[in-house]
C-alpha cells in the first residue's frame, strides 16, 4: 500500500502512513512492514506493536538511544494529550531489538550493531548491546590495504541460541571458538578493478557486444596474472 496525496477538488481524507497502519490492522494483517518511520506514524505503529502484531520499520539515528527517543518524539506529534513517559513506556514494551547499519570504511553498508530493547531504568531506555562489527585494517605483501570484519558478541540475550546462528548465518558469518565471526575479506584495488572487468565482460556477453566482451575478457586475464 502507498501513500497519495488528495487529488484536486477531491473532499475526502488523504491518504497517509497512519491511515495504510489501520487499514493494515482492520484487514488483519500477520506482518507489517513500514518503509521508514518520520512523524505522527510512529504511534499507529507502536500501538499495533504492543498489541501482538509483528512489524519492522526504519529509522534514522546515531545511536539505539537515539533511535528509540526520536520514536518517543515521532509518537507525541501525533497527539498532545500524551504523555512523554508514557510514550517512552510504550516504546519499551514494542521494540525489542534495534539493528544499526553504517557505511564501512571500504564503501559498503553493513549491520554493525544489534542492541536488545531491555525496558527503562531511571527514566532512560536500558539497552542491551548483542552484537558488534568489528573491523580491523592490516597490509597485504603488495602494499595493499587488508580490512577484515568480525562479530563480537557482548551480552547474552533471552533470544534462542538458534535465532542468534541464524542472525549469523543471514550475515554471512562463521561460528568459531572465540564466538560468531562475520565476513573477513580482503579488499585491495587490484582485486577491485578484476571483479568489475570481470562483472562488465559477463554482462557484454549477455548483451551481445563480442568485440567488447572479448577486450574485457582479455583485461581480466591479465589483472589476473597480476595478482
Keep these: 500500500h502507498y501513500t497519495r496525496p488528495p487529488t484536486a477538488g477531491e473532499t475526502g481524507r488523504r491518504y497517509d502512513l497512519r491511515v495504510v497502519v489501520r487499514d493494515m490492522l482492520r484487514k488483519r494483517a500477520d506482518r507489517i512492514v513500514i518503509g521508514e ?48 513517559q508514557a510514550i517512552q513506556h510504550m516504546v519499551a514494551n514494542a521494540v525489542e531489538v534495534v539493528v544499526m547499519m553504517g557505511r564501512c570504511a571500504d564503501g559498503k553498508l553493513r549491520v554493525v550493531a544489534v542492541d536488545e530493547v531491555v525496558g527503562m531504568a531511571e527514566g532512560r531506555f536500558d539497552v542491551l548491546p548483542i552484537f558488534r562489527l568489528k573491523e580491523e585494517t592490516g597490509s597485504m605483501p603488495d602494499g595493499s590495504a587488508c580490512r577484515s570484519y568480525s562479530w563480537q558478541q557482548l551480552n547474552a540475550s ?45 554482462r557484454a556477453v549477455e548483451e551481445g557486444r563480442e568485440a567488447e566482451a572479448k577486450r574485457l575478457a582479455g583485461l581480466v586475464e591479465r589483472l589476473e596474472a597480476l595478482r
Excluded: K, Y
Design 37 to 84: 518511520v518520520r512523524g505522527p506514524e510512529a504511534l499507529d505503529m507502536l500501538l499495533a506493536m504492543s498489541a501482538g502484531t509483528c512489524g519492522w520499520s526504519s529509522c534514522h539515528g546515531h545511536s539505539s538511544q537515539d533511535v528509540l527517543s526520536r520514536l518517543c518524539i515521532f509518537a507525541l506529534l501525533a497527539s498532545e494529550n500524551l504523555s512523554h
Design 158 to 202: 533471552r533470544f534462542s541460541p538458534a535465532v542468534e546462528e541464524s542472525f549469523c548465518e543471514t550475515a554471512g558469518g562463521q561460528h568459531g571458538q572465540g564466538g560468531p565471526t562475520a565476513e573477513a575479506e580482503v579488499v585491495s584495488p587490484l582485486a577491485r578493478a578484476t571483479e568489475l572487468a570481470r562483472n562488465r565482460a559477463t
